[in-house]
């Protein structure tokens, strides 16, 4: 079956522009995370949903970060006024409830702030 | 300190090699223990877990968990050119079941014909 999809693989932005990153994550996953993997590093945690719910949004840096998932399956990562330190691969990944950590991920969305 | 400590490498073996790649961590909430395979420009693709201590045995791969030590190893046996990529080492506790895991650096595995 398909797996988890983010949209757009690439983004290029300007320093004080609104972004906004989708996944898709695998029919049938209720758990959904965003991570934020800059280079050399592991993920790190941004944000949890339990169906439509954010679960845990403890990883969110600041207030420019939001991440909605209305229905339940597509999620959207919004970031306002973007600075060149938001640049980073954003990695989204999915789960089922009762396996929270067998996560799948897909591919990321590579976010360059110039 | 970090809270998952993996030596970045790389690290570079013959093909056919035994493989050792290892994590240290702090937190003795941590139960699950979690590795991942990520290629270059690849979301990272999770090999296999273990809860609690132990081993855990799938193909080439074995996973051991000493919770004593605080230390984790994945070995990979007879490995493969296709196995050169970056693995990760995850963990995370059951606190409030949110399952949020804490990953390491990764370690860049090179292995050559």
């Known amino acids: 079956g398909a797996g988890v999809s983010q949209t757009p693989s690439n983004k290029v932005t300007e320093k004080g522009k609104y972004v906004e990153l989708r996944c898709d994550p695998i029919?049938?996953?209720?758990?959904l995370y965003w991570y934020r993997q800059s280079l050399g590093q592991g993920p790190e945690f941004l944000i949890y949903?339990?169906?439509?719910?954010?679960?845990?949004d403890s990883g969110l840096p600041n207030d420019r970060f939001f991440a909605v998932r209305p229905e339940g399956s597509v999620s959207t990562l919004k970031i306002q006024r973007t600075e060149r330190g938001d640049s980073a691969v954003y990695l989204c990944?999915?789960?089922?409830?009762?396996?929270?950590?067998?996560?799948?991920f897909g591919p990321g969305t590579r976010l360059t702030v110039l | 300190q970090k809270e998952v400590e993996q030596d970045p490498g790389p690290l570079s073996v013959p093909e056919g090699a035994i493989v050792s790649l290892n994590c240290t961590y702090s937190n003795s909430a941590f139960q699950y223990f979690m590795w991942y395979r990520q290629y270059s420009r690849k979301g990272p693709e999770l090999l296999m877990y273990t809860y609690s201590s132990g081993n855990k045995e799938d193909g080439r791969f074995t996973a051991q968990v000493d919770k004593s030590s605080k230390y984790i190893s994945l070995f990979i046996r007879d490995s493969q050119p296709s196995d050169s990529a970056t693995y990760l080492c995850a963990m995370s506790a059951t606190a409030g079941g949110s399952y949020i895991p804490t990953f390491g650096r990764g370690t860049s595995l090179i292995v050559h014909p």
């Open positions: 949903f339990q169906g439509t719910g954010a679960a845990d």
């Open positions: 029919s049938g996953h209720t758990a």
């Open positions: 990944a999915s789960s089922l409830r009762d396996s929270l950590h067998e996560q799948f």
